[in-house]
């Protein structure tokens, strides 16, 4: 099954807490029973804005980030340096 890709923006929280915050989320997702005898699955990418000179870098580096975490296998949270 293919997925979706969606933004949240976490204003005014700094790397650490942003990703503590994916890790809930993504421990939640997996936690739901939303398809019988599957379980569903999120990758996470996180980067900070403040790590960026511009927000057309900031969302090559979020995509990176994504991306990243799929390539590692899925189901996981990768943080990318600007």
């Known amino acids: 099954m293919g997925g979706e890709e969606f933004l949240i923006l976490l204003y005014n929280t700094d790397e650490a807490s942003s990703i503590d915050i994916a890790e809930e989320i993504r421990k939640g997702i997996e936690d739901l029973s939303l398809i ?5 699955t999120v990758s996470i990418g996180v980067a900070g804005l403040s790590s960026v ?7 090559n580096v979020c995509d990176k ?18």
């Open 53 to 59: 000179r511009d927000w057309k870098q900031w969302m």
């Open 36 to 40: 019988p005898d599957r379980t569903v």
């Open 65 to 82: 980030s994504l991306y990243e975490a799929k390539n590692l296998g899925r189901n996981r949270i990768v943080a990318c340096e600007g």
